[in-house]
């Protein structure tokens, strides 16, 4: 999502254009993104008002991937969690109690304010014995002044206060590609990753199979990509040299 279709709320050149082509053609798609803050119709009225319209169904985030996980690991299980709405709502639809009371899980995701009761909390529980989950790696986030913590450094301190990692759902394991395949009914064979992150979005891809073009609209740069020791099968300015070829 950020960096292909979007960047700070507007449109990239040839977003609207190729996810209209998409619908037009019948071509199942999603637009995945790692931030679990956010619910599908949250993230689709976003991307509306940058021009780009995408259904609710046809959006893939950490936090419903984490949540479709556990309900896979632990059906009907229980959770403490810190996050948004995003992930608590994932999380309730797929079955799951969230509770502070000896939970199966303790579930971390993206928020807005980290709180040091919560995270105290959990470190608590973790230490009682409840398995530990965090929907993305990712260190730190964009805001308009600058970098701000995000789930990766939260985790890491939880971690040094427990001595026990958790287990990331979110890009870059390739588990977030194969329950997006799956809730479009896709094979690896037929279908292609687009995204702007090597160290995310392509390595991810290419450990679930896919075909993986990288755009020049995000983050890694076109003189980056010899650093990786994996390269996407294309490098391609922006999203908007693909539409053609949908």
């Known amino acids: 999502m950020d960096g292909v279709l979007v960047h700070e709320g507007k449109a990239l050149p040839g977003a609207a254009d190729f996810v209209r082509t998409l619908r037009d053609k019948e071509r199942p798609f999603l637009v995945l993104t790692n931030n679990s803050i956010f619910t599908e119709r949250d993230l689709r009225a976003r991307l509306r008002t940058a021009g780009i319209d995408v259904p609710e169904g046809a959006i893939w985030t950490s936090a419903l991937a984490t949540a479709q996980f556990l309900h896979d690991q632990v059906p009907g299980g229980s959770a403490y969690t810190i996050g948004e709405a995003g992930l608590t709502t994932a999380l309730y639809e797929v079955g799951y109690t969230l509770t502070e009371s000896d939970p199966d899980y303790v579930v971390l995701g993206e928020t807005r304010t980290y709180s040091f009761e919560a995270i ?3 470190i608590r529980l973790i230490q009682g014995g409840a398995r530990f989950i965090a929907t993305n790696p990712d260190v730190t986030g964009p805001s308009a002044e600058g970098d701000l913590p995000a789930t990766g450094s939260v985790a ?4 040094a206060a427990t001595g026990r990692k958790p287990y990331f759902v979110g890009k870059p394991n390739p588990m977030m590609f194969r329950s ?18 090597m160290d995310t979005d392509v390595v991810a891809g290419i450990e679930a199979g896919l075909r993986t073009f990288l755009v020049l609209t995000g983050s890694t740069q076109e003189h980056q990509v010899e650093r990786f020791p994996f390269r996407p099968a294309e ?3 922006s999203i908007a040299e693909l539409v053609e070829r949908i």
């Not at 997006?180 to 992150?197: F, P, V, W, Y």
């Open 120 to 122: 105290t909390k959990a």
């Open 235 to 237: 490098v391609v300015p």
């Open 156 to 159: 890491a301190m939880i971690t």
């Open 180 to 197: 997006a395949l799956n809730q479009i009914d896709a094979h690896s064979e037929t279908t292609a990753m687009i995204g702007d992150r």
